[in-house]
């Protein structure tokens, strides 16, 4: 079996990674009675502490975020970094975090635009600036809000073209060289489109290849759905579930010590991403990520059924706009047939 990578922490922060109890981190804050909250706030603040600035986020993203202590571990790694590197940025410029001048949120996002980043990836990093002020707030350090009315520039061109799908042919490809697991992995992005978080939490009573179909118990917003099993993917999950599923000769690569019966070795997207990038490698097709595959089962079953609402349910989607600007399209061609007659 190839040994995985070691887990390595956020890239930029000295910050320790999610580990799981979101409660437990936050606990250096939410214990403080108000006013030594306050005062640690002020100081961070003040000093430009990274490190306090982060922790005092993902303690108020643990208490009055949406999803609170059960926020997902991708966003808290999101938002550590992003707060992270605003007050990098706010060091850097000799910005007053507690006082902010009325155009320096803007100058932010300038910034980051002239930077190169793309104008969703700088929303993303203004959302993360923003629930640090949140935070800041909640600690009675500041009354400022100066992200309230930044302006981010819309990108005008859809996902699905700035990131388009794998091809029939590079997944072909991929699932000839890739490992068993690996592969396995492909098939979960690629047929049943699942998020890659949700294939990694899957759990062998999940998988009813029999009925062909997949218990995602936790997607995104913590929504359960029922996701169908192609042909291929049924069959590919007997094969899995006869090596590495309970009583299987490799059982033991397939679980991990969190107390349950997972499907996947891989403790994290981090070490998954090391193992699925060997077999494109080996293939000599670029890897892009994980959601290009979900987009190729998007793009696939529509071309199929015609139907978005159909796709936005099988890919997990709240609103079928998600699935038709990023993540299906049809062929150029695709009303030949129905002028032809015109």
Same mark, same amino acid.
């Given at each position: 079996?190839?040994?995985?990578?070691?887990?390595?922490?956020?890239?930029?922060? +000295? *910050?320790? @990674?999610?580990?799981?109890?979101?409660?437990?981190?936050?606990?250096?804050?939410?214990?403080?009675?108000?006013?030594?909250?306050?005062?640690?706030?002020?100081? !961070?603040?003040?000093?430009?502490?990274?490190?306090?600035?982060?922790?005092?986020?993902?303690?108020?993203?643990?208490?009055? #975020?949406?999803?609170?202590?059960?926020?997902?571990?991708?966003?808290?790694?999101?938002?550590?970094?992003?707060?992270?590197?605003?007050?990098?940025?706010?060091?850097?410029? !000799? %910005?007053?975090? *507690?006082?902010?001048? $009325?155009?320096?949120?803007?100058?932010?996002? #300038?910034?980051?635009?002239?930077?190169?980043?793309?104008?969703?990836? %700088?929303?993303?990093?203004?959302?993360? !600036?923003?629930?640090?002020?949140?935070?800041?707030?909640?600690?009675?350090?500041?009354?400022?809000?100066?992200?309230?009315? %930044?302006?981010?520039?819309?990108?005008?061109?859809?996902?699905?073209?700035? $990131?388009?799908?794998?091809?029939?042919?590079?997944?072909?490809?991929?699932?000839?060289?890739?490992?068993?697991?690996?592969?396995?992995?492909?098939?979960?992005?690629?047929? !049943? #489109?699942?998020?890659?978080?949700?294939? *990694?939490?899957?759990?062998?009573?999940?998988?009813?290849?029999?009925?062909?179909?997949?218990? %995602?118990?936790? #997607?995104?917003?913590?929504?359960?759905?029922?996701?169908?099993?192609?042909?291929?993917?049924? $069959?590919?999950?007997?094969?899995?579930?006869?090596?590495?599923?309970?009583?299987?000769?490799?059982?033991?690569?397939?679980?991990?010590?969190?107390?349950?019966?997972?499907?996947? @070795?891989?403790?994290?997207?981090?070490?998954?991403?090391?193992?699925?990038?060997?077999?494109?490698?080996?293939?000599?097709?670029?890897?892009?990520?994980?959601?290009?595959?979900?987009?190729?089962?998007?793009?696939? *079953?529509?071309?199929?059924?015609?139907?978005?609402?159909?796709?936005?349910?099988?890919?997990?989607?709240?609103?079928?706009?998600? +699935?038709?600007?990023?993540?299906?399209?049809?062929?150029?061609?695709?009303?030949?047939?129905?002028?032809?007659?015109?």
């Amino acid at each position: 079996m190839t040994s995985s990578p070691p887990e390595s922490p956020i890239p930029g922060t +000295t *910050l320790a @990674r999610y580990g799981g109890d979101l409660l437990a981190q936050t606990r250096q804050w939410t214990g403080l009675h108000d006013e030594e909250l306050r005062r640690r706030a002020v100081q !961070a603040a003040g000093e430009k502490d990274v490190d306090a600035l982060v922790a005092l986020t993902t303690a108020y993203l643990a208490h009055h #975020g949406a999803s609170g202590v059960l926020t997902s571990s991708r966003t808290v790694d999101a938002y550590a970094l992003g707060a992270q590197q605003f007050v990098t940025y706010a060091a850097a410029q !000799a %910005v007053n975090l *507690l006082r902010p001048g $009325r155009h320096d949120a803007q100058n932010y996002v #300038g910034h980051m635009l002239a930077a190169g980043r793309k104008p969703a990836g %700088v929303q993303l990093k203004v959302a993360a !600036a923003a629930c640090l002020y949140r935070a800041l707030r909640w600690a009675g350090a500041t009354e400022a809000d100066p992200f309230r009315d %930044v302006k981010v520039p819309r990108d005008l061109t859809p996902g699905i073209v700035k $990131r388009p799908p794998y091809s029939e042919d590079e997944i072909a490809d991929v699932l000839e060289k890739a490992d068993i697991q690996a592969k396995f992995l492909l098939f979960l992005t690629a047929h !049943a #489109g699942l998020r890659i978080s949700e294939a *990694l939490a899957l759990e062998w009573a999940d998988l009813d290849e029999a009925g062909r179909r997949i218990h %995602v118990r936790s #997607g995104k917003g913590r929504k359960g759905r029922v996701v169908s099993m192609s042909t291929s993917l049924a $069959r590919a999950t007997r094969h899995y579930r006869g090596l590495y599923g309970p009583g299987g000769p490799e059982h033991g690569g397939g679980r991990r010590t969190t107390g349950r019966d997972a499907v996947f @070795r891989y403790a994290s997207v981090m070490t998954a991403r090391y193992h699925i990038e060997k077999a494109f490698k080996a293939a000599g097709v670029s890897f892009r990520g994980f959601h290009p595959g979900r987009k190729y089962a998007g793009t696939r *079953l529509l071309q199929q059924v015609r139907d978005f609402g159909r796709v936005a349910a099988h890919l997990g989607h709240a609103s079928v706009d998600t +699935t038709r600007r990023g993540y299906a399209q049809l062929a150029a061609d695709d009303l030949k047939d129905a002028l032809s007659g015109w």
